[in-house]
């Protein structure tokens, strides 16, 4: 009896073992994010603690070569000049791996700022540490905190992804109106649409 007692300790602990992950869990509603230190395409290093006096932060995970994402370009840099003389940052990550997708490299990335006169920081996730903490999963995936760094919003960005004129709902947008005013968003979560990230496996 006391060997299979034994003998059962040690499988359960196997099945643990071998059924655990390092992956983080996925940040909910509340959460308090993570802050980071990672490279923009100007060479300077950047993270949410360098704003002292940011009411609060939209972090989209977007890239280069998504066409999902090349279609919210100029929507995500029309947000960052709207919402940075209202105390909002806007910090956009690339979180894919370039030797799967060379689009998304840290020169392509480089050279597309330029191209798009992007008005944010675009910084790169070196060895894709960052966008897991986050949960992201799509590009573009958007991450609404407050000043604190508290979680208040995750999702799209609005509701048609293939024009910006057509747009009924502008989930990011309602949202920051609703912190702004005190409120809790509504939604809080929606479905991102976009390319999956590009990860070792």
Do not use: W
Not at 72 to 90: H, M, T
Not at 154 to 171: F, L, M
Request: glycine share 6%; with cysteine.
């Amino acid at each position: 009896m006391k060997k299979l007692s034994v003998f059962l300790l040690f499988v359960t602990v196997f099945l643990a073992t071998a059924f655990s992950s390092d992956v983080p869990t996925p940040y909910k509603i509340g959460d308090k994010a993570t802050d980071f230190k990672l490279k923009s395409v100007d060479g300077k290093m950047y993270g949410m603690a360098d704003y002292k006096d940011a009411k609060g932060f939209i972090v989209v995970f977007t890239c280069n070569h998504c066409p999902f994402a090349k279609k919210y370009e100029d929507r995500i840099n029309a947000l960052a000049k709207k919402y940075k003389p209202q105390g909002y940052v806007l910090l956009a990550i690339n979180p894919n791996d370039p030797a799967l997708e060379p689009d998304d490299s840290f020169e392509s990335m480089k050279v597309r700022a330029k191209e798009k006169g992007f008005a944010f920081p675009y910084l790169f996730d070196d060895g894709q540490k960052i966008y897991p903490q986050y949960g992201a999963t799509k590009t573009p995936h958007a991450f609404l905190l407050d000043k604190n760094r508290v979680v208040k919003y995750i999702g799209a960005i609005d509701d048609n992804v293939d024009s910006a004129s057509d747009v009924k709902e502008k989930y990011l947008e309602n949202a920051i109106a609703a912190l702004e005013s005190g409120k809790t968003p509504s939604p809080e979560t929606t479905k991102a649409i976009g390319c999956s990230i590009k990860a070792k496996k």
